[in-house]
């Protein structure tokens, strides 16, 4: 394990659930990630891969600096300090859509939407209703387990003020398109946590294969929308199926949305229960 305050996990080094190894091909940059992306064999080394990505200097300096002046409550916590990859079931009917780790969320715990509040009343609601096997998240490697379902993000690494740049979107498009795409022989429901997880998940799902409603249909609590899947395709041995995938819209759980009564337990529980429920 790494020293105190050291500014990232190295590969292999032994963290729980570290997708990758010392010698995982590393992006330096926009053409790399296109490269590595495109050319990951299947999801666990694609995972590896998002995880050890460099390609961003602005977040990479700023994920590997929050690691180091921690939070103080988290003070004697080592930081994961490295990209969040993708997590879950290997061939989930769910595919959960948000936007970015949280600095001192799953840029310490190693793993998306683990240790914060929002985490918090995600995980709950997914424990209510059947898509998670316990109802907390703190830290990878607590025994949590996704039940049908895998998340993703839009941007794989914290950003300042949890607003990446246009081009920091652009730049991390590739790992989700192609998590998207080899997800889609089972996924039947994509649930995006807030609006910003909305718009990023179409140029994702375009570049995946799917097709694409146009105009785009409007983000709100409960939005919904058909999308035509990708064509057959070969991804792990399988043909991808042909009826409707449905997209979901749903309120991110910030403490700003659950404080003010904007998300409530019975909303998240209602638009899980419809992704659950979709065939």
Request: with cysteine.
């Amino acid at each position: 394990m790494p020293t105190a305050n050291a500014p990232f996990v190295p590969p292999g080094s032994g963290w729980p659930e570290d997708p990758a190894a010392p010698d995982t091909p590393v992006a330096h940059g926009t053409g790399d990630v296109v490269e590595l992306a495109a050319g990951a064999p299947g999801l666990d080394e694609l995972s590896a891969r998002q995880s050890v990505c460099r390609a961003c200097d602005r977040l990479v300096e700023w994920r590997e600096k929050v690691a180091v002046q921690r939070r103080r409550a988290f003070a004697d916590e080592e930081y994961w300090g490295r990209p969040i990859a993708g997590w879950g079931d290997p061939e989930p009917r769910i595919l959960i859509v948000g936007l970015a780790p949280a600095a001192h969320g799953g840029n310490r715990t190693g793993r998306i939407f683990t240790g914060d509040r929002s985490g918090d009343w995600l995980f709950a609601s997914l424990h209510r209703v059947g898509l998670a096997a316990l109802p907390t998240s703190v830290h990878a490697g607590d025994g949590q387990r996704l039940i049908g379902a895998r998340m993703a993000a839009t941007v794989r690494c914290a950003p300042p003020d949890n607003k990446p740049t246009p081009l920091e979107r652009t730049t991390c498009l590739p790992w989700l398109a192609r998590e998207v795409e080899m997800a889609a022989p089972s996924v039947r429901c994509i649930v995006c946590l807030g609006g910003f997880a909305w718009q990023g998940v179409w140029p994702a799902l375009k570049q995946a294969g799917y097709g694409v409603p146009r105009p785009r249909p409007k983000f709100g609590h409960g939005a919904e929308c058909e999308l035509a899947p990708p064509p057959p395709s070969d991804v792990r041995g399988a043909a991808a199926r042909r009826d409707p995938v449905l997209l979901l819209g749903c309120y991110h759980p910030s403490q700003q949305n659950t404080f003010t009564g904007r998300v409530t337990e019975d909303m998240l529980d209602a638009v899980f229960t419809r992704a659950r429920d979709h065939r």
